[in-house]
């Protein structure tokens, strides 16, 4: 088991088989809270992997991998 470290690249993660603790079912409450999110988090905390999640998971091209 490969773990990320400085990793912000979600499909890249997924597809060389990193460790990733699976946020996606949280994706149902982000969208509920309203528009505009702010996510203030340290360094390192994860918050440009959490937005590429969101990225790979909207996009229609990859619609099949979810």
Same mark, same amino acid.
């Given at each position: 088991?490969?773990?990320?470290?400085?990793?912000?690249?979600?499909?890249?993660?997924?597809?060389?088989?990193?460790?990733?603790?699976? @946020?996606?079912?949280?994706?149902?409450?982000?969208?509920?809270?309203?528009?505009?999110?702010?996510?203030? @988090?340290? @360094?390192?905390?994860?918050?440009? $992997?959490?937005?590429?999640? $969101?990225?790979?998971?909207?996009?229609?091209?990859?619609?099949?991998?979810?």
């Amino acid at each position: 088991m490969k773990f990320p470290y400085g990793i912000a690249d979600f499909y890249g993660l997924i597809t060389e088989g990193y460790f990733y603790a699976d @946020r996606t079912a949280h994706i149902h409450s982000l969208e509920q809270v309203g528009k505009h999110l702010l996510f203030l @988090r340290p @360094r390192r905390f994860g918050k440009s $992997l959490v937005l590429s999640m $969101l990225e790979n998971y909207y996009d229609v091209a990859k619609a099949d991998a979810f």
